[in-house]
């Protein structure tokens, strides 16, 4: 059983549970302290993880590809937002933690929908240069996060030295608090429940596709903010993994794995389980099996101190389960950070993490996911576990279980 609290979604008064006046402050110190250490006057973000994570905004999954809103944070200043229309409006109404004034209406184009000759990201950029400027980091370089290209060629026009911000936020976004833990934990609990509404569901004449339609709503009714994706794949498509969802039919005897994206207050889960449909072969046992050996294996080394490297190196070969390269077999035998974003840091997977390791220390949160075709050349075995690092090892906070090969409505 999971030691970290995923306690009720409600504020109450009798427990003490998130408390998102120190989560906004401790983000904003990170990201300040990150920006400080670095070599950059100022970070221009428009990753929407990151300006949730410096200015607590957020307007929905809708501004998750439009590149619409963007924030400015400054050496010893507070940050400024410029958002999509009325919502700025709306943050000043209810946002009082972003200073008066720092809550602005912008707009740069919605990915060049609108003709560069309106002039929009030319007097976006100019705003700019006036507020660093008066920050007195003009000269010093600037860190962007990601954005279009008319953005960057505009910036490097008037003059500034553009840099990769990325990395510093990043840097910052790596050590979980108590409150993103337990945003985190909450969401993986979420996702424990939809298992066992699937396990129910998953019976011969069942869609993929409807499997996912069930499992949404119950994450919608249950208080996900965003369900990002469900990979839903059976039968012959396990072999290999397709990253996606049909319409196809399950069928008896079907091996069925399902990975489920979607976050609580923002904060995401990455959670794959795989089941067997009625009855199981002992190919699709033997594949399990060694599924779940090598994602114990890494479980049992992480503690601070340890490199992603040698958690990499527990994990076979691309070559040893059927592909030509690393590259070929990338997200397999994977391990990733989960915070705000799907993927943050340590990223572990023998593709990068052989001669670029990172150190483990506590406080990270990160999925590790494991990948074993069938010798029937079509099944396969998925399983990821979500793990928090403590300071003598780590604890898993993903609960539906997963030691054997589950078989839903069995014969």
């Given at each position: 059983?999971?030691?970290?609290?995923?306690?009720?979604?409600?504020?109450?008064?009798?427990?003490?549970?998130?408390?998102?006046?120190?989560?906004?402050?401790?983000?904003?110190?990170?990201?300040?302290?990150?920006?400080?250490?670095?070599?950059?006057?100022?970070?221009?973000?428009?990753?929407?993880?990151?300006?949730?994570?410096?200015?607590?905004?957020?307007?929905?999954?809708?501004?998750?590809?439009?590149?619409?809103?963007?924030?400015?944070?400054?050496?010893?200043?507070?940050?400024?937002?410029?958002?999509?229309?009325?919502?700025?409006?709306?943050?000043?109404?209810?946002?009082?933690?972003?200073?008066?004034?720092?809550?602005?209406?912008?707009?740069?184009?919605?990915?060049?929908?609108?003709?560069?000759?309106?002039?929009?990201?030319?007097?976006?950029?100019?705003?700019?240069?006036?507020?660093?400027?008066?920050?007195?980091?003009?000269?010093?370089?600037?860190?962007?996060?990601?954005?279009?290209?008319?953005?960057?060629?505009?910036?490097?026009?008037?003059?500034?030295?553009?840099?990769?911000?990325?990395?510093?936020?990043?840097?910052?976004?790596?050590?979980?608090?108590?409150?993103?833990?337990?945003?985190?934990?909450?969401?993986?609990?979420?996702?424990?429940?939809?298992?066992?509404?699937?396990?129910?569901?998953?019976?011969?004449?069942?869609?993929?596709?409807?499997?996912?339609?069930?499992?949404?709503?119950?994450?919608?009714?249950?208080?996900?903010?965003?369900?990002?994706?469900?990979?839903?794949?059976?039968?012959?498509?396990?072999?290999?993994?397709?990253?996606?969802?049909?319409?196809?039919?399950?069928?008896?005897?079907?091996?069925?794995?399902?990975?489920?994206?979607?976050?609580?207050?923002?904060?995401?889960?990455?959670?794959?389980?795989?089941?067997?449909?009625?009855?199981?072969?002992?190919?699709?046992?033997?594949?399990?099996?060694?599924?779940?050996?090598?994602?114990?294996?890494?479980?049992?080394?992480?503690?601070?101190?340890?490199?992603?490297?040698?958690?990499?190196?527990?994990?076979?070969?691309?070559?040893?389960?059927?592909?030509?390269?690393?590259?070929?077999?990338?997200?397999?035998q994977f391990g990733h950070g989960l915070g705000l974003g799907l993927h943050e840091r340590p990223i572990i997977s023998r593709l990068v993490s052989l001669?670029?390791?990172?150190?483990?220390?506590?406080?990270?949160?990160?999925?590790?996911?494991?990948?074993?075709?069938?010798?029937?050349?079509?099944?396969?075995?998925?399983?990821?576990?979500?793990?928090?690092?403590?300071?003598?090892?780590?604890?898993?906070?993903?609960?539906?279980?997963?030691?054997?090969?589950?078989?839903?409505?069995?014969?």
């Amino acid at each position: 059983m999971s030691l970290t609290p995923s306690p009720g979604r409600m504020a109450v008064d009798f427990e003490e549970r998130v408390s998102f006046d120190r989560l906004r402050e401790y983000r904003l110190a990170r990201a300040r302290a990150a920006l400080e250490a670095s070599e950059l006057g100022a970070l221009l973000l428009f990753d929407i993880n990151n300006i949730r994570y410096t200015t607590s905004t957020m307007i929905g999954e809708w501004a998750r590809d439009k590149v619409a809103r963007y924030t400015l944070l400054m050496r010893g200043q507070e940050p400024i937002v410029w958002d999509f229309g009325s919502a700025a409006k709306h943050h000043e109404i209810y946002a009082p933690w972003l200073r008066p004034g720092n809550s602005r209406a912008g707009m740069l184009g919605l990915r060049g929908a609108v003709h560069p000759d309106a002039g929009l990201v030319r007097s976006a950029v100019a705003e700019l240069v006036d507020e660093l400027t008066r920050a007195g980091v003009r000269d010093m370089p600037l860190g962007v996060d990601i954005a279009e290209l008319p953005m960057v060629l505009e910036l490097q026009r008037v003059g500034l030295d553009v840099r990769d911000g990325q990395q510093v936020m990043l840097d910052a976004r790596k050590i979980k608090s108590r409150d993103e833990i337990a945003l985190l934990t909450t969401a993986a609990a979420m996702v424990d429940g939809v298992y066992q509404t699937l396990t129910e569901a998953l019976k011969p004449g069942i869609r993929e596709n409807e499997l996912v339609a069930i499992a949404n709503k119950q994450l919608y009714d249950m208080g996900s903010d965003d369900v990002e994706a469900i990979n839903a794949v059976s039968g012959e498509r396990c072999n290999p993994h397709p990253h996606n969802f049909t319409d196809r039919l399950i069928r008896p005897g079907d091996q069925a794995f399902f990975d489920i994206i979607q976050s609580y207050m923002g904060y995401r889960t990455c959670y794959y389980r795989t089941f067997v449909v009625g009855r199981s072969t002992p190919s699709q046992v033997d594949a399990y099996v060694k599924a779940r050996e090598w994602i114990d294996a890494a479980i049992d080394v992480i503690r601070p101190g340890v490199t992603t490297d040698q958690v990499a190196r527990l994990w076979p070969r691309a070559e040893e389960f059927g592909f030509a390269s690393e590259m070929a077999a990338f997200g397999l035998q994977f391990g990733h950070g989960l915070g705000l974003g799907l993927h943050e840091r340590p990223i572990i997977s023998r593709l990068v993490s052989l001669e670029n390791p990172m150190e483990i220390k506590e406080g990270m949160v990160f999925a590790l996911e494991t990948y074993c075709p069938a010798s029937d050349g079509f099944s396969a075995a998925r399983i990821e576990e979500e793990v928090v690092v403590t300071a003598d090892g780590c604890e898993v906070i993903t609960l539906f279980p997963a030691q054997e090969l589950f078989v839903t409505n069995p014969y």
